[in-house]
């Protein structure tokens, strides 16, 4: 079974604060992406990547950057977080080609 | 850029009813999946269905990429089909390949 994993199921933050969150798959896969969630607005794409080292802007990246060192793991960082940021983050394998996406179980983010 | 829209947007069934999802989607796309998110928050992909008819069980989805559209057919709905049920559409860009998702139908099947 393919597993993805990402570090917290519920987190709180503060206005301000720089905030990590960690995706890691067991799947070898290239492509790794995160999304955030809005209700009405469905699954949006905040950033992608395509291997080690390498990214590309998603369709909602400000205020987000990323960070891909090895292939397993692909991290969305918060610069200064605030409230419009509060969402439900999700990241996920594959997809957009002939492949199935994977999620994981997605990170409920408030900031406070 | 693509547009992808789901109808309804919410839906409530009385258990044991049927009921049909729809999926449309404004330009030739690589594939389209569909998934459920639980009320945890879990997305499961349902089916991977760029063209024809597939069937799980309950489920049975449908897509005809010359019309730009697929269905999604649930039969015998019971309780734990409640969630949020999201169309995606994948695609090639010149600066990049995505999946695109729609606002997602909202299901509550009542027991």
């Known amino acids: 079974d393919v597993k993805v994993t990402q570090s917290s199921r519920y987190l709180v933050k503060r206005t301000g604060e720089k905030v990590f969150l960690e995706c890691v798959q067991d799947?070898?896969?290239?492509?790794m992406f995160w999304y955030r969630q809005d209700p009405g607005l469905g699954l949006r794409l905040i950033y992608f990547s395509y291997d080690v080292k390498m990214k590309e802007k998603g369709d909602i990246p400000e205020g987000y950057s990323v960070s891909r060192e090895k292939k397993e793991r692909f991290s969305l960082i918060l610069e200064s977080a605030s409230t419009n940021q509060t969402s439900m983050y999700l990241c996920?394998?594959?997809?957009?080609?002939?492949?199935?996406?994977?999620f994981g179980q997605g990170t409920r983010l408030t900031v406070v | 850029g693509i547009q992808v829209e789901q109808s309804p947007p919410d839906l409530i069934l009385q258990e044991g009813a049927n009921s049909t999802l729809r999926c449309n989607f404004s330009?030739?796309?690589?594939?389209l999946q569909w998934f459920h998110q639980n009320p945890w928050g879990q997305l499961i992909n349902l089916f991977y269905i760029p063209s024809g008819t597939k069937q799980n069980g309950r489920l049975s989805a449908t897509t005809v990429a010359t019309e730009r559209y697929s269905s999604l057919y649930i039969s015998s709905s019971q309780t734990t089909d409640s969630g949020v049920y999201f169309c995606?559409?994948?695609?090639?860009?010149?600066?990049?390949?995505?999946?695109?998702f729609g606002a997602g139908t909202i299901l509550r099947v009542k027991s």
């Open positions: 330009d030739s796309v690589n594939n």
């Open positions: 996920a394998l594959g997809g957009w080609d002939t492949t199935e996406a994977f």
């Open positions: 995606a559409v994948g695609f090639n860009m010149e600066y990049g390949n995505k999946l695109v």
């Open positions: 799947m070898d896969h290239e492509n």
